[in-house]
């Protein structure tokens, strides 16, 4: 997490985004473990990863390159959406994965229907396909 001010963090600051950010780490394998659980069958291999990055959005599209992922599948917003009330259909990971990722994308959508929330997020999920490769011209 940031920890924003005009001064450098103080070490107890230091220490505290350091506990933090242990503490999601814990609680986020012990979830994807669940989820990985019971998603993996016989056919299909699920792998997770837990990125710690000052833009995960950025390292997720550069990881799932690396790794050669076949599908990333993820939700629709993270812990940044705190119902203030205004409706965005995605949140910044899922449109950075949107807007500059390469691998086959599933966003399922984790917020209510809004009267006026586009159609993506009335129907619950987007599935983007990954992008052509370029051509280069002949």
């Not at 920890?3 to 230091?14: Q, Y």
């Not at 503490?23 to 710690?52: C, K, P």
């Not at 966003?107 to 993506?120: G, K």
């Amino acid at each position: 997490p940031e920890l924003p001010g005009a001064m450098p963090p103080a070490p107890d600051d230091v220490s505290l985004r350091e506990r933090v950010v242990t503490r999601n780490r814990e609680r986020g394998a012990a979830y994807l473990e669940l989820v990985r659980g019971q998603t993996s069958t016989g056919d299909v291999d699920v792998t997770t990863r837990i990125l710690v990055a000052p833009n995960v959005g950025r390292a997720l599209c550069r990881s799932t390159v690396e790794e050669g992922v076949d599908l990333v599948v993820t939700s629709a917003h993270g812990g940044g959406c705190r119902g203030t009330g205004t409706f965005a259909p995605y949140g910044s990971v899922a449109r950075e994965l949107i807007a500059d990722g390469s691998t086959t994308l599933w966003v399922l959508q984790d917020l209510p229907v809004a009267p006026c929330a586009d159609a993506t997020a009335a129907f619950g999920a987007v599935f983007v396909a990954p992008r052509p490769a370029p051509t280069s011209p002949a």
